[in-house]
Nanobody, 121 residues
């Protein structure tokens, strides 16, 4: 099992920036892809961005392209991903979750506890 812990959420005014971090521990050798999801009140959880562990291929949902940047790092024991969020909009307000997809799995199956991002006008 992979344990994921997010940090870096908070409140910011529209146009501002925040950086989210996620540390993954446990059976990280089994992880092929990591990502950031978000869920706004009354809305379904959506994939914001993802990154493949082996070659660093990234994906973004259209609404955050050119504003958000995902990156990754690792040491001997943990995986780390980051989400640099710039030019934040009020519609980016949500709980952001770090997620991991194991190799061979079709979906993300390990989740962090979530971190709140609030963007005010």
């Amino acid at each position: 099992q992979v344990q994921l812990v997010e940090t870096g959420g908070g409140s910011v005014q529209a146009g501002g920036s925040l950086k989210l971090s996620c540390a993954g521990s446990g059976t990280t050798y089994s992880v092929c892809e990591m990502g950031w999801y978000r869920q706004a009140p009354g809305k379904e959880r959506e994939l914001v961005s993802s990154i493949k562990r082996d070659d660093g291929t990234t994906k973004y949902t259209d609404s955050v392209k050119d504003r958000f940047a995902i990156s990754q790092d690792k040491d001997d024991y943990r995986l780390y991903i980051y989400l640099e969020m710039n030019s934040l909009k009020t519609e980016d307000t949500a709980v952001y979750y770090c997620a991991a997809r194991k190799c061979g799995a079709v979906a993300f199956g390990d989740w962090g506890q979530g971190t709140q991002v609030t963007v005010s006008s």
